[in-house]
């Protein structure tokens, strides 16, 4: 159903004037501003319009409520639990936008960089109402189809609210530079990812036999203040904690340390056959702004049997990854929205074990795939990016590509591929990657026949090992063996994710350009 439009919002003078003096430049102390750096159109016309999207989910959101407690199947109760979540979450990050060009200083304004951001949210905004409708697969129809028609609505609109959006001239650097971290990464958290356990003064300690002040992760999750600017730091302590963890949007800056990949354990076995969606399944799970993990692992243990069990999933942008383990079967890691860094980190699993919607960087990671299923094809990557405004996509570097223990024996038998396109504009890049002969000589896998092969996006850029030959690969024309490193620098830090301009104050090491 089609969700009637709200009268359109009255002129935000002040939000204009701010707007257009963080987009555009003066031609002269006394003249009027001209035109937009940021957009195609007027940003009257823009902020408008993200008034009017912002009203449409919200309606839907509260038709969609009213159902809640109505419904004794378990899925059909998650995913409409998941929707309404979702939708809230789209409603969230608009109002990110919203607030960004009010106050160009204030805590919305992420990076500094106002297309970069806007670029990213809107994405993200796009994707989240299709993940709902997803989660509704293969449930109640009469529900699927009251919450089609209002998603529909949402999803035009905000494609429609991409479009409008430039890059900033200097969104994207020269990709050359060099640094430990990318510049998103604020000194003080640059500090934290490298000092020892003694130097951290953790804002709460979680242990397993009761000698912090916590139990349970979640517990200490929930202590954390709201919406807050400053960094607070969980301390988790060795041992295997069984729980499913989810950090909510309202908790920004949440950093959890363990005691190394494989002391500190959170363990789950949520799957998609025992009756949860995808999007809940999760062992953790985290879309709180800023959030950071280091030297801690990610666990479902559902097995190959029980299909979609994803280990973590992110919708936290400016997030990092750090000396992190992401372990499973199908959909282990779940990029789901937004900009976030993985760096020497080991992610195992079997189908699509590295998928969503994000704009993920993948560097000095362990990309480990595992024995499934018979007859069942090993996918790497299955990037979901469904429009080409998107900047999203996957981009790997310096990474070891490799088989499990589990899987050394039988490669010959089981076929493994960098990946297949599960949206129409899938965006995947591999680079400066050690390939092991676990990955097959074709390289990548059609998802449906000949479905956007034309229109993905997938490229190969100076990798090595036996499983790294391009002569026969894929001829599809949207792969790409790239033979220079003017198009592959487009995915390095600096460029792809914009990560000189936050990753430095985290304090994760990370390489900017090509240079290792």
């Known amino acids: 159903m089609a ?4 009268k359109k919002a009255r002129k935000k003078s002040l939000w204009l004037v701010l707007f257009l003096a963080l987009c555009t430049p003066l031609t002269d102390a006394h003249t009027d501003f001209v035109g937009s750096a940021c957009l195609k159109v007027s940003p009257t016309k823009f902020l408008d319009s993200l008034t009017q999207v912002i009203a449409v989910i919200r309606q839907l959101a509260s038709i969609l409520s009213r159902f809640t407690s109505h419904f004794a199947d378990f899925r059909l109760a998650t995913a409409v639990s998941d929707c309404l979540d979702l939708l809230d ?26 297309s970069s951001d806007l670029r990213t949210w809107l994405s993200a905004a796009l994707a989240l109402p299709e993940t709902c409708m997803e989660g509704l697969e293969g449930t109640n129809g009469i529900v699927k189809g009251l919450v089609s028609g209002g998603v529909g609505q949402v999803v035009s609109l905000v494609e429609q609210l991409l479009a409008q959006v430039l890059p900033a001239e200097d969104e994207f650097g020269d990709g050359k530079g060099k640094g430990e971290f990318p510049s998103w990464v604020r000194p003080n958290d640059r500090k934290l990812l490298q000092a020892s356990g003694v130097a951290l003064a953790p804002d709460a300690v979680v242990a397993a036999d009761r000698s912090g002040n916590y139990a349970t992760i ?49 363990s789950g076995n949520r799957s998609f056959i025992d009756g949860w969606t995808t999007f809940r399944s999760p062992t953790f799970a985290v879309s709180g702004r800023g959030f950071i993990a280091r030297d801690i692992s990610f666990e479902n243990t559902a097995g190959p049997e029980k299909h979609q069990a994803v280990a973590l999933r992110s919708d936290s942008d400016l997030s990092v990854f750090y000396r992190c383990g992401i372990s499973g079967y199908q959909d282990s890691l779940y990029t789901h ?15 699509d074990f590295i998928f969503g919607d994000a704009t993920a960087m993948f560097q000095n990671c362990a990309i480990e795939a595992k024995k499934g299923l018979p007859n ?71 998802w449906n026949g000949n479905f956007a092969l034309d229109t993905l996006y997938y490229a190969e850029y100076m990798n090595t090992g036996p499983g790294a030959g391009v002569a026969n690969r894929v001829k599809w024309p949207g792969y790409h063996a790239l033979n220079d490193s003017s198009e592959a620098s487009n995915f390095t830090v600096t460029q792809f994710i914009e990560g000189n301009l936050w990753l430095p104050s985290t304090g994760v090491t990370y390489t900017a350009g090509f240079t290792a």
């Not at 295997?240 to 494989?262: A, F, L, S």
């Not at 590509?401 to 297949?420: E, F, K, M, N, P």
Request: with cysteine.
């Open 218 to 266: 979640t517990d200490a999750v929930l202590a954390a203040p709201d919406y807050s600017m400053k960094r607070f730091v969980i301390y988790i302590k060795k041992g295997v904690y069984v729980e499913n963890v989810e950090i909510k949007k309202k908790k920004w800056n949440i950093m959890i340390v363990g005691d190394g990949i494989d002391a500190t354990v959170i």
């Open 3 to 6: 969700i009637p439009s709200l």
């Open 376 to 446: 069942q094809k090993n996918t790497i990557t299955a990037h979901g990016r469904k429009d080409p405004n998107e900047p999203t996509g996957f981009s790997f570097q310096f990474c070891n590509i490799s088989a499990d223990s589990d899987l050394v024996g039988s490669v010959s038998t089981r076929q493994t591929y960098l990946g297949r396109p599960w949206k129409s504009y899938s965006r995947t890049v591999f680079m400066q990657s050690y390939m092991s002969e676990v990955i097959r000589a074709e390289g990548w896998l059609e």
């Open 89 to 114: 979450l789209s409603s969230e990050v608009l109002s990110w936008s919203l607030s960004a060009t009010h106050n160009p200083t204030g805590k919305h304004n992420s990076t500094g960089n106002l």
């Open 337 to 351: 929205t937004m900009r976030q860094f993985f760096r020497e980190c080991r992610i195992r699993g079997t189908v």
